[in-house]
């Protein structure tokens, strides 16, 4: 993939457990590893370079869509949520489709772990922004937020209190309520409810970037009018 693994054994989405404490992509030979990343397709579904699951797929990937709910405890809510997965030719245009329930005006948030010690984050906000300008920025860089393994992207209505994020291992999150319009937009593209349906976050995984996609990131941010990008 002309990247560099970052390995990955948690994340903080909904519905998520760690993984388990050993790590068999350390264990593996480097032409193993080699052989295993150059894998986008299992069955009818495609990753994006961004993210490899374990060589011993504990996981499979595959395309759907499943509700959970998001615990803030210290504030004590719950928000309803669906995770879903999909494949690579439907992944960007289904982005840009389920952001649009959230309004002609919204704030977007990009995340990045490049360079976060242990999996740390840092999300780069910019309010207030009009969807049609968003979505003409997004789309001159699509191959980053597709391929880009430490980089995410979320966008957000506080007013409706709904949010749509488009997360580094390139799965949609979508929190808030109602949800039933978003359940539309992904049967639309064929992206169904399952709900036993397993996503790579919830065992051991790999991501991937590159300096380029970094460069690239902050270039994106720049155009997004956030302040403080160095």
Known sequence: ??????????????????????????????????????VYRYGAFDLTDAIRPALSLPIVPRQGFRHDCYSDDSAGVKVPV????????????????????????????????????????QDLYREHIDMPVLKSILYDYEELLLNDGCAGIAVLNPAKQQEVQFDE????????????????????????????????TEAEHVHSSSEKYYDQLMQLAMRLGIDGIE
């Open 1 to 38: 993939m002309g990247s560099v693994p970052s390995f990955s054994r948690s994340n903080s989405s909904p519905g998520s457990t760690a993984a388990p404490p050993t790590t068999n992509f350390q264990e593996a030979s480097a032409l193993d590893l080699e052989r295993h990343l150059e």
């Open 82 to 121: 669906i995770m879903a997965a999909a494949s690579r030719e439907r992944l960007f245009d289904l982005f840009i489709d389920l952001i649009d329930p959230l309004g002609q005006v919204v704030d977007v948030v990009i995340e990045t772990s490049h360079y976060g010690s242990d999996g740390a984050h």
């Open 169 to 200: 291992h390139k799965m949609m999150i979508i929190y808030g309520t109602p949800l039933e319009h978003y359940e539309r937009i992904l049967i639309s593209h064929d992206v169904y409810i399952d709900p036993k349906i397993k996503f790579l």
